[in-house]
């Protein structure tokens, strides 16, 4: 194997890692060995604060005595590795698009897989490392000197690493070789990467939530034990078990199995698709013509569905519309802090309120309606050019993408108001504000994609971009959650105080419908009115 040609196709393939990442640091005139190092340095970092964070973390358990926390973290830091290598196998091996490119050119089958999975596992390490922090502080814990320590749980997270790369390289390419997948690549990707992300999210919660019961004092019951795991636990507590001389062969034997299958049945079967595909006379697609029984407005409401097919737009709605409500959601209801079953009817305007905060941090540049309008490319200005009234079709794709975000924040506010425990009234003024609150946002998002129109972006990460990219979407975040916060908890305050209620409320609902009219008249005559 070349080691020059391996290095070279090794940053080639980092370069499709992150799409998004890259295509910011382009924007930056910045070049491909540039960018690359911008990278490295990003995952460098990124694995030494987790371990530094998580690792310190550890250092509060005991975990030769508590094998169910340690199974847990196992199974955290895991579901975390499997989120990241989901995403960036996908960029690599399938987004990229590159395989074809690669056989005419001389390069050999194992130099080309080994730089695209090299690539693939520098992107997925750091996200894992904090397991090598749980293996050396459980065999420290368990009686090692402090070299031997770090030796034994540095071999053991390298076995156990190679095994899970493996492990979610064989799961996502034995998915992709389905038909079922091939013929709805999008949705699968999509859920994937959406059902990953969750767990992630989830994972980090439940860390936080036993680290607080820790500094809280409270008395340590350990979890329940995760028997998949366990045999980690005794490699490092009981190294001369039956257990555990049992899960180093086992490792072993999985590890040579993988590695097996991919050069047996997963390699071969890629190059044999895109030779296929390369020798596949072209089809020539026909236009479909309108079905007889679907009127105008069905035809455009299919098309707009079509628009949302993209894996990685559908991946950053779920992140943008579910990530802030599930960190609440997670971080109280873990610790059981979270019962509001005793308010009264006096809080209706303070979730009303909260909806409308709540639907502002779940609506930023990645949302539907931020992008429907650039969605549509090159078609937009086709679709301009027949005979439809513009403020009738943007009109429909406003109402289309407004109350899919709707429906979504629907879900959210149902599922707040029963592990909150609210009463049905209090729910109803939730859900209430959330739909005022998005329908406003909306607006104003609407309009924003409007005046800062992309319609030959190539990949779907340059509409996020518009407008500040990443850092606009975190300031403007911060600013909705203190902001918000502040004000939601002046306001319930104030409930407190009973001779003030209805003086209180009356002024909450006369500047609630002074913005809504001053805000709905604004874009009426700024936007609306003014389209043809």
Same mark, same amino acid.
């Given at each position: 194997m070349n080691k020059g040609q391996l290095w070279t196709l090794i940053r080639v393939n980092m370069l499709y890692v992150n799409p998004q990442a890259t295509q910011k640091q382009r924007q930056k005139d910045k070049d491909s060995n540039q960018i690359v190092k911008s990278l490295l340095m990003n995952y460098v970092l990124t694995g030494v604060l987790f371990i530094v964070i998580y690792g310190g973390m550890m250092l509060a358990i005991d975990f030769p005595k508590y094998p169910g926390f340690f199974t847990s973290y196992v199974t955290i830091f895991t579901i975390m590795a499997l989120a990241q290598s989901v995403t960036t196998i996908n960029n690599v091996f399938y987004e990229s698009k590159d395989l074809k490119d690669y056989l005419p050119l001389p390069f050999s089958q194992s130099t080309v897989f080994t730089a695209k999975f090299t690539a693939v596992a520098i992107t997925v390490l750091p996200f894992i490392l904090p397991l090598l922090a749980l293996f050396v502080v459980?065999?420290?814990?368990?009686?090692?000197?402090? $070299? =031997?320590?770090?030796?034994?749980? =540095?071999?053991?997270?390298?076995?156990?690493?190679? +095994?899970?790369?493996?492990?979610?390289?064989?799961? *996502?390419?034995?998915?992709?070789?389905?038909?079922?997948?091939?013929?709805?690549?999008?949705?699968?990707?999509?859920?994937?990467? %959406?059902?990953?992300?969750?767990?992630?999210? *989830?994972? $980090?919660?439940?860390?936080?939530?036993?680290?607080?019961?820790?500094?809280? %004092?409270?008395?340590?019951?350990?979890?329940?034990?995760? %028997?998949?795991? /366990? #045999? @980690?636990?005794?490699?490092?507590?009981?190294?001369?078990?039956?257990?555990?001389?049992?899960?180093?062969?086992?490792?072993?034997? =999985?590890?040579? +199995?993988?590695?097996?299958?991919?050069?047996?049945?997963? $390699?071969?079967?890629?190059?044999?698709?895109?030779?296929?595909?390369?020798?596949? #006379?072209?089809?020539?697609?026909?236009?479909?013509?309108?079905?007889?029984?679907?009127?105008?407005?069905?035809? +455009?409401?299919?098309?707009?569905?079509?628009? /949302?097919?993209?894996?990685? +737009?559908?991946?950053?709605? @779920?992140?943008?519309?579910?990530?802030? #409500?599930?960190?609440?959601?997670?971080?109280?209801? $873990?610790?059981?802090?979270?019962?509001?079953?005793?308010?009264?009817?006096?809080?209706?305007?303070? =979730?009303?309120?909260?909806?409308?905060?709540?639907?502002?941090?779940?609506?930023?540049?990645?949302?539907?309606?931020?992008?429907?309008?650039?969605?549509?490319?090159?078609?937009?200005?086709?679709?301009?050019?027949?005979?439809?009234?513009?403020?009738?079709?943007?009109? /429909?794709?406003?109402?289309?993408?407004?109350?899919?975000?709707?429906?979504?924040?629907?879900?959210?506010?149902?599922v707040i108001g029963f592990v909150a425990h609210l009463n049905w009234a209090l729910i109803l003024a939730l859900l209430a504000g959330l739909t005022l609150g998005n329908y406003l946002g909306s607006l104003f998002y609407f309009y924003r994609d409007y005046r800062n129109l992309v319609l030959n972006w190539t990949n779907i990460s340059q509409l996020f971009n518009r407008s500040g990219g990443n850092f606009a979407v975190m300031f403007l975040l911060a600013g909705e959650v203190f902001g918000g916060g502040i004000i939601i908890a002046l306001y319930a305050i104030a409930m407190t105080f009973n001779f003030a209620v209805l003086a209180i409320n009356v002024i909450f609902v006369i500047l609630l419908v002074a913005v809504t009219f001053f805000l709905i008249h604004h874009y009426q005559w700024t936007f609306w009115a003014k389209l043809k």
């Amino acid at each position: 194997m070349n080691k020059g040609q391996l290095w070279t196709l090794i940053r080639v393939n980092m370069l499709y890692v992150n799409p998004q990442a890259t295509q910011k640091q382009r924007q930056k005139d910045k070049d491909s060995n540039q960018i690359v190092k911008s990278l490295l340095m990003n995952y460098v970092l990124t694995g030494v604060l987790f371990i530094v964070i998580y690792g310190g973390m550890m250092l509060a358990i005991d975990f030769p005595k508590y094998p169910g926390f340690f199974t847990s973290y196992v199974t955290i830091f895991t579901i975390m590795a499997l989120a990241q290598s989901v995403t960036t196998i996908n960029n690599v091996f399938y987004e990229s698009k590159d395989l074809k490119d690669y056989l005419p050119l001389p390069f050999s089958q194992s130099t080309v897989f080994t730089a695209k999975f090299t690539a693939v596992a520098i992107t997925v390490l750091p996200f894992i490392l904090p397991l090598l922090a749980l293996f050396v502080v459980t065999a420290i814990r368990s009686g090692y000197n402090m $070299i =031997l320590a770090v030796i034994i749980g =540095l071999i053991l997270f390298l076995l156990f690493f190679v +095994l899970i790369f493996l492990v979610c390289s064989l799961f *996502v390419f034995g998915l992709t070789q389905t038909k079922t997948f091939n013929r709805h690549r999008k949705m699968f990707t999509f859920l994937m990467i %959406g059902i990953t992300m969750i767990a992630m999210v *989830v994972g $980090i919660m439940y860390v936080n939530s036993r680290q607080n019961a820790i500094y809280a %004092g409270k008395k340590l019951v350990d979890q329940t034990v995760i %028997g998949v795991f /366990l #045999p @980690l636990h005794q490699i490092l507590v009981h190294p001369l078990s039956y257990s555990a001389i049992g899960g180093i062969i086992g490792i072993l034997a =999985l590890i040579v +199995l993988g590695f097996f299958l991919i050069k047996t049945q997963i $390699i071969p079967r890629m190059y044999r698709t895109e030779l296929n595909t390369m020798a596949a #006379p072209a089809k020539k697609h026909r236009q479909a013509g309108p079905h007889a029984s679907r009127n105008f407005t069905q035809q +455009l409401l299919h098309y707009n569905m079509g628009l /949302l097919k993209n894996a990685t +737009l559908m991946g950053q709605v @779920l992140v943008a519309t579910l990530l802030m #409500p599930g960190i609440f959601l997670f971080s109280f209801a $873990i610790n059981g802090n979270l019962n509001l079953s005793q308010l009264g009817p006096k809080y209706l305007g303070v =979730l009303f309120l909260t909806g409308i905060v709540l639907s502002q941090m779940t609506l930023n540049q990645s949302a539907i309606v931020a992008n429907i309008i650039s969605l549509d490319g090159d078609n937009y200005n086709f679709i301009k050019s027949l005979p439809i009234s513009q403020r009738t079709y943007l009109g /429909l794709k406003f109402k289309f993408a407004t109350a899919l975000q709707e429906a979504l924040l629907l879900v959210v506010g149902v599922v707040i108001g029963f592990v909150a425990h609210l009463n049905w009234a209090l729910i109803l003024a939730l859900l209430a504000g959330l739909t005022l609150g998005n329908y406003l946002g909306s607006l104003f998002y609407f309009y924003r994609d409007y005046r800062n129109l992309v319609l030959n972006w190539t990949n779907i990460s340059q509409l996020f971009n518009r407008s500040g990219g990443n850092f606009a979407v975190m300031f403007l975040l911060a600013g909705e959650v203190f902001g918000g916060g502040i004000i939601i908890a002046l306001y319930a305050i104030a409930m407190t105080f009973n001779f003030a209620v209805l003086a209180i409320n009356v002024i909450f609902v006369i500047l609630l419908v002074a913005v809504t009219f001053f805000l709905i008249h604004h874009y009426q005559w700024t936007f609306w009115a003014k389209l043809k």
